[in-house]
């Protein structure tokens, strides 16, 4: 394991899941993940999978005639027999379920549009192929995804959380402790996240090799599986080269020797591992905010189109395909001009 990437690991882990979920679902999914294989990311397969198990064992609950059948028998003529009203009592059903463990399951907008995509991909892929004859799926509306109010730091909230993270005064007892360790690393992880946008599971796949400190640029895998150069300021540069210093003194378990970021195990550290760091030096700071790795992303991409107002260069550096994801996510926020515009329509004139 020591020679493959972090992407490839992480590749294996999840053809690895989905290899299990195969086992649970009808023969003819095999098929059907084998053919978007090469389009479709094993992440994304097993986000199907799972959903496309959740939707067979509804098949399974309220379908007498496959009641009594395992679900890996399933025949591919179910899906010719399910017509659009099937599919709307399933958007019912998922709404509030129970699970195996008998724990109610809730699904809201989101949660039911990703099934129904599930759904309608394997459907397209048997139809395309010409082995179903209709697709009724897509007689099934999406839900209507209802914009979130964007959460970030503010300008200020973000020099007080990388205080926070460099001198851990907020913290408790036993959190210093971990901090007197690990802070030259902290540091240097959400220094690099809050100056360049890049993703956490990018952050955590990164070598040492990938770090360019002459050209300061560091070398990510991005979604999809293509390689990218991402430039650093000089704040990200004071950070990095500390640690840099530190990590020279590291010796990793085997199979970590490449990783830039380790844990306390002295493993690469994982995307959990900085969710509950996050959570940690950002609670003193902003009480009031849920703040995760992602936020800090917002925080990037929202302050350099606010600054540049170029919104491609937001989406380049953020490494989106389509601007208009962008333009979803940080065209919206003009925060500031909605306040600057509070008090320009005067409603009654002041008198003297």
């Known amino acids: 394991m020591a020679n493959l990437t ?39 397969q097993v986000a199907y999978a799972t959903d496309l198990k959740t939707f067979f064992e509804y ?24 017509k659009a009203q099937d599919f709307e009592q399933f958007v019912q059903y998922v709404k509030l379920y129970s699970d195996e463990e008998g724990r109610d399951v809730v699904n809201h907008e989101r949660g039911i549009k990703r099934k129904l995509s599930a759904i309608r991909c394997m459907y397209n ?54 901090h007197e360790k690990l802070g030259t690393r902290d540091l240097a992880i959400f220094t690099l996240l809050l100056g360049t946008g890049i993703r956490v599971s990018e952050c955590v796949g990164l070598d040492l090799q990938d770090v360019d400190i002459k050209n300061s640029r560091i070398k990510v895998t991005r979604k999809g599986g293509y390689e990218a150069f991402v430039y650093f300021g000089d704040e990200v540069l004071s950070a990095l080269i500390p640690y840099l210093e530190e990590r020279k003194g590291i010796i990793p378990e085997s199979g970590h020797e490449n990783a830039l970021f380790l844990s306390s195990r002295k493993r690469r550290i994982c995307v959990r591992n900085i969710e509950y760091m996050v959570k940690k030096y950002a609670l003193p700071v902003t009480p009031g905010k849920k703040i995760t790795p992602h936020k800090l992303r917002s925080t990037y991409g929202t302050t350099l189109y606010q600054e540049t107002g170029d919104i491609y260069l937001v989406a380049d550096v953020l490494g ?27 409603l009654r004139e002041k008198k003297d």
């Open 6 to 44: 972090y992407k490839q690991q992480s590749d294996n882990k999840y053809i690895k899941q989905l290899r299990e979920l195969e086992k649970k679902l009808p023969a003819f999914c095999v098929q059907f993940f084998t053919g978007i294989d090469l389009t479709t990311a094993p992440r994304t």
């Open 59 to 82: 098949i399974k609950l309220n379908y007498a005639e496959y009641a009594d059948k395992d679900i890996h028998d399933y025949p591919l003529k179910l899906l010719t027999d399910l």
């Open 125 to 178: 892929y048997f139809h395309k192929n010409r082995l179903i004859s209709e697709n009724p799926v897509l007689q099934v509306n999406m839900p209507k995804l209802h914009d979130k109010a964007i959460i970030r730091f503010e300008p200020e909230e973000t020099a007080d959380f990388l205080d926070q993270v460099e001198n851990g005064d907020m913290l408790t007892k036993k959190q210093q402790q971990f």
């Open 320 to 346: 989106h395909k389509d601007v208009n994801t962008t333009k979803k996510h940080y065209a919206a926020i003009e925060d500031d001009r909605r306040r600057q515009a509070r008090n320009i329509v005067k």
